[in-house]
């Protein structure tokens, strides 16, 4: 494991911040906006989003100055008013199996926020690359099993935080024209293939308590002028919304993916707390009818392995049968464990004979490696850089904060 630490915690003594706000991350309208805040007139408006929108999301660049097709008085308007700045990374941690992760500093929304931190995965595979991003800062739902599930709701995240983390993700690893990438022989190759070709929503947080800034923020990953994410590459993991799962197939039109965990009502009820507002067969009702379900855009249903939990050959059989007729991949994941856990993860003969019953049944069972455990970054184990990260913060500055914010969603 390699750790490189970036200016850990803010010195008392450091700058002032830039009072600008920053243009990276906002939506086609939240540019129309901040350009006719600053009267560029009426009938230029549509044109230069167009111009910014690729200077900002295809090319990449973090100064105005280079924005060679916008009129020069344009541009210094621009940065008299507004940044590019990037949110800070105060920690990169690079394992060995060349999964990063990215601690990443957000400014303050508002005069009672004080910035929310935030973690940030990236896992690459031989052909694709895959960045895990958070949607808010902790959780409000208690799944017993996952880490973040320990840590208060502070807030949700705006779209533009959203989209900063992909921004983020392609300034490390090099993935903007014109810019190196990283000589690790870790990242992914193929013709055309990005390092960051996938995004999937399995960070921090419940993206469907966020939904309206996880659309906007698909809206402006997805944008073929842009970042250009296609929306089948792009997964959003729920525990069970329902009520807002057709909403995500009719608005954001992405992939689905479910984390089940559990077979029955009775163990899902203590494993994924949500079920007891919307049970098993109303969600799979939801799934059923998602819109755009085919065998060629498969609802992905993601199952932790918990020894001596839920992880019988019964519950194998239990999981087909539910599961008949909805279009439907599994994803068998390790439990990853974080001090303080009552679960264990299944035995590995447990493990592959679950995922035998799973198989022989008709789906494929891929048994998800779970990647950058050295440094805390797998599914579930978003959280302790942060607090520790927080901790030294408080011990420098010498202050005895509460921990987080009131919840709001
Ligand atoms: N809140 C959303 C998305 C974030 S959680 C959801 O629950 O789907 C992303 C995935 O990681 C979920 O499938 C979750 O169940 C899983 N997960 C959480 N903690 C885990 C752990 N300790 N080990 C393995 N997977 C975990
Ligand atoms: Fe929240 Fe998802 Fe963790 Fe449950 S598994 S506590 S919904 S982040």
Redesign the pocket.
Known sequence: MSIVELDQVASPLAAAPDSRPSLLGLTRQGLADALASIEVPEREIRMRVNQLWHWIYFQGVTDFALMTNVAKGLRARLAERFTLARPEVVAEQISKDGTRKWLIRMPPVDAKDRGAEIECVYIPERHRGTLCVSSQVG?T?T?T????GTQKLVRNLTAQEIVQQLVVARDRIGDFPGMTPPTDGLLPSGEGVRAVSNIV???????LYNFDHVRDAIAVLSDGDGLSLSKRRITV???GVVPQISALGDEMGTML?I?L?AVRDELRNTLVPLNKKYPLQELLQACRTYPGVSNARRITF?Y?MLKDVNDSPADARELVRLLKGIPAKINL??????PG?QYECSDWDVIERFSEIVFNAGYASPVRTPRGRDILA????LKSETEKVRARARLMMEEDEADGEPASH
């Open positions: 959780c739902l799944c099993f996952c880490h973040t929503f399995m960070g921090m947080g419940e993206p993991s729920t525990s993916a984390s965990h993601e932790v994941i390790p439990f990853n464990p974080w856990t797998a599914c579930g184990q």
